[in-house]
């Protein structure tokens, strides 16, 4: 049987076969409930850097609800200098909690649900990096890429970064770029919008 393919310029994308991991299969990517998450960090030194976190959670193609704190890094990591770009600083996180006092919140609030991020692979790369580092297993087991499926379903855009996505698919929302909160809501709407645009497909 021939593969079933994605119209309107992704037809590389066949729902038979393995897709990269990054990339969810249509009928993953049509799961009606998933978070989205965004995380900043102090430095290149480290993933354990990561200084904030947040969390969207969808339902049947609403925002359903939201999960944000600063994380105060490990001594060693500590030393902020992506200052100028989230505007987080050793006095912002100097009472934060640290991933293992949240790691348990959070991981109730994925709830096993599939999650995205834009550019999967930092945000991934930091999740795996705080476990090893506290000793904990609260990787999600379905972690896709908003960047990358974007690329597959909305052919020609300029570039995909954040802004240029989601102003593309959700042209009203407001993005407030490098803030944790904002990133995840931009990338949750860039998901539900790629849902849409499925559906409108046939699948």
Not at 9 to 30: H, M, N, R, Y
Not at 110 to 132: I, T
Not at 166 to 173: K, W
Not at 180 to 191: G, L, P, V
Request: proline share 7%.
């Amino acid at each position: 049987m021939k593969p079933r393919t994605f119209k309107g310029g992704a037809t590389d994308w066949a729902s038979e076969g393995k897709p990269p991991s990054v990339i969810p299969t249509p009928a993953q990517l049509l799961v009606p409930s998933f978070v989205a998450v965004d995380f900043e960090t102090a430095n290149r030194a480290g993933a354990e850097s990561a200084c904030q976190i947040a969390l969207v959670s969808v339902v049947e193609g609403q925002i359903a609800g939201r999960y944000t704190t600063y994380l105060l890094p490990p001594e060693e990591y500590g030393h902020f200098e992506f200052t100028y770009l989230h505007g987080i600083d050793e006095e912002t996180v100097a009472n934060a909690p640290t991933w293992h006092e949240v790691a348990e919140d959070i991981a109730d609030f994925v709830d096993q649900r599939p999650v995205y991020a834009h550019n999967a692979s930092f945000d991934q790369g930091v999740w795996r990096a705080l476990d090893r580092y506290y000793q904990l297993e609260t990787m999600p087991p379905e972690f896709y890429c908003s960047y990358r499926t974007a690329q597959k379903l909305v052919p020609n855009l300029i570039n995909y970064k954040l802004p240029t996505v989601v102003h593309a698919l959700d042209p009203a929302f407001n993005l407030d770029h490098h803030q944790a909160d904002s990133d995840a809501e931009a990338c949750a709407r860039i998901i539900i919008a790629l849902q849409q645009k499925l559906k409108r497909l046939g699948y």
